[in-house]
């Protein structure tokens, strides 16, 4: 079975960490471009980071940009998100999604996803 699972979310302060991890099960995460995304009720999904499986080439939304650090494992098959400085407007589920072909900061574009974690921060 194809899987993705994300861990590491909660509650955190305004200018607090978190570190989120996406692993895989049912197949080696290692040869995909990864991204995360973020959403809240209402919203559209939104593009925070992707990192390719090629390069380790990165992106960063504008709204993370300096604060957020995407980067892959591959001897443990997992793709990391550190998110620093955070905000109150960085509240929302988080998701991993996976694609074996490019990468993008479009959530269409991605064939895999996790079933999400929630990120709150408030003080």
């Known amino acids: 079975q194809v899987q993705l699972v994300e861990s590491g979310g909660g509650l955190a302060q305004p200018g607090g960490s978190l570190t989120l991890s996406c692993s895989s099960s049912?197949?080696?995460?290692?040869?995909?471009?990864v991204g995360w995304f973020r959403q809240v009720p209402g919203k559209e999904r939104e593009g925070v980071s992707c990192i390719s499986s090629r390069d380790g080439s990165t992106y960063y939304a504008d709204s993370v940009k300096g604060r957020f650090t995407i980067s892959r494992d591959n001897a443990q098959n997992t793709v990391y998100l550190q998110m620093n400085s955070l905000k109150p407007e960085d509240t929302a589920v988080y998701y991993c999604?996976?694609?074996?072909?490019?990468?993008?900061?479009?959530?269409?574009?991605?064939?895999?996803w996790g079933q999400g974690t929630q990120v709150t921060v408030s003080s």
């Open positions: 999604a996976a694609k074996i072909l490019g990468y993008s900061s479009s959530w269409r574009a991605y064939d895999y």
């Open positions: 049912g197949f080696t995460l290692n040869y995909y471009n």
